[in-house]
């Protein structure tokens, strides 16, 4: 008896970064095992991105109230068609479809669950505070309503689990740590190399240091641009042949802003700004990089970390990445703080350690990657913690929890 699941989210926009991303690769997994997934979203129905999602998409928009995307055609549709899903799965928080999802759900017999994707983080609270403020004029009859009567909200990892708690004194939910990951890249190396280098020859025979995802504050871009420029100054012949890849959409203040930077730290020559890439050409981004870099002041998960191990690709990470540990524990990567002086500590180590030694960490980053972030991994443990919580019982219980791999335990 397969289970019926609905994902909501504020957009299937694959430019919004790693939740949508994480969705679909999970609903793929659970499709696959038996389980019809489903989508909702506040998108506009005649949005390009909606006609291209890979799932059956309800798109309730367009929407309106700025980045909070109000749309009243969600809460009536909830209600009604809420018997057609054993379970919704709301993705993300601070957005109207949150909240829609309390509204028309609370008190009935449809059970929720929660991925907060690392918004309740207080990194936000210290480097936003008038937001913050706003939040909390919000958060007693908003979200804290949402967490509290869910029958369960999913952490990726026990810092997020640690780190939610510490946004709001007003803060009461069943908490439950699942696995997270992505899908293994497909075996097409070569194909995928060729996609990428047809765009970018220059890229063919060089040392390239990749940053893929949202260009964004948090990421910590501006400690690249800034850390790559003075070990360049001060060891030239250690960066001769190096190239700074920056794959994601660069078009906004932040991007445009962050390029200025470049030129005027003198990094230009060795920059090449991709924009978003997908499919072929973002493996292929992975396949010729030689490391991956996220010095993030706050970072929940980071699917691009997991897609880069999972391409055999070490990365070089600040201890804000909330799967850092791991990272550490298995040596797959390097780990600094979140400041200038570390990720320029953390490009030294990369540049000055031995080919055999790094060729070794590609084939621990691999390593890592299949035992803690495989999307199996994730689809089980999302199924695990339905379970737990009594929404999958008897024969179907006894089935699911025998699929391939082991369930997994907290970490």
């Not at 983080?121 to 869910?150: E, N, Q, T, V």
């Not at 893929?212 to 800034?226: I, S, T």
Request: charged share 20%.
């Amino acid at each position: 008896m397969p289970l019926r699941i609905l994902h909501v989210i504020s957009s299937v926009n694959p430019q919004g970064g790693g939740p949508i991303e994480g969705l679909v690769q999970l609903a793929r997994v659970n499709g696959r095992h038996g389980h019809h997934i489903e989508v909702a979203s506040l998108d506009d129905p005649k949005a390009e991105w909606v006609q291209r999602c890979p799932l059956p998409c309800h798109a309730m928009g367009p929407s309106h109230i700025g980045k909070y995307r109000y749309s009243p055609r969600l809460v009536p549709w909830l209600q009604a068609n809420r018997h057609r899903y054993d379970v919704v799965i709301v993705n993300g928080i601070w957005q109207y479809h949150a909240f829609a999802v309390w509204r028309a759900l609370s008190g009935t017999s449809t059970p929720y669950f929660v991925y907060t994707h690392g918004m309740l983080d207080p990194w936000f609270k210290r480097h936003y505070p008038l937001k913050h403020l706003k939040k909390w004029l919000f958060w007693p009859w908003g979200d804290y309503r949402l967490l509290r009567d869910a029958a369960a909200v999913l952490f990726t990892s026990e810092d997020e689990r640690r780190l939610a708690r510490q946004s709001f004194w007003l803060y009461r939910c069943k908490e439950v740590v699942v696995n997270y990951g992505t899908s293994v890249p497909p075996d097409e190396a070569d194909a995928q190399r060729r996609a990428f280098l047809s765009r970018f020859p220059q890229l063919a025979d060089t040392r390239n240091l990749l940053f893929l995802g949202r260009l964004h504050e948090k990421k910590g871009v501006d400690l690249l641009l800034q850390a790559l420029a003075a070990v360049r100054t001060r060891q030239p012949a250690l960066t001769e042949g190096v190239r700074l890849v920056m794959a994601g959409p660069a078009g906004d203040d932040y991007g445009q802003r962050m390029q200025q930077l470049a030129t005027q730290l003198g990094l230009d020559d060795i920059t090449v700004w991709t924009g978003m890439v997908s499919g072929p050409e973002k493996w292929g981004a992975f396949r010729c990089a030689e490391a991956f870099a996220l010095p993030s002041h706050q970072e929940n998960f980071g699917i691009s970390v997991a897609e880069s191990l999972a391409c055999g690709v070490p990365v070089l990470i600040s201890n804000q990445v909330n799967i850092w540990r791991e990272i550490e524990q298995d040596r797959a990567g390097l780990v600094g703080d979140d400041t200038q002086a570390a990720t320029e500590a953390l490009l030294l180590q990369w540049l000055a350690t031995p080919v055999a030694e790094w060729q070794a960490m590609r084939t621990q980053a691999q390593a890592c990657f299949n035992a803690r972030f495989h999307i199996d991994r994730a689809a089980e443990s999302l199924i695990h913690a339905m379970q737990q919580q009594g929404l999958v019982q008897g024969p179907q219980a006894d089935t699911l929890a025998s699929q391939p791999g082991p369930l997994p335990t907290p970490r």
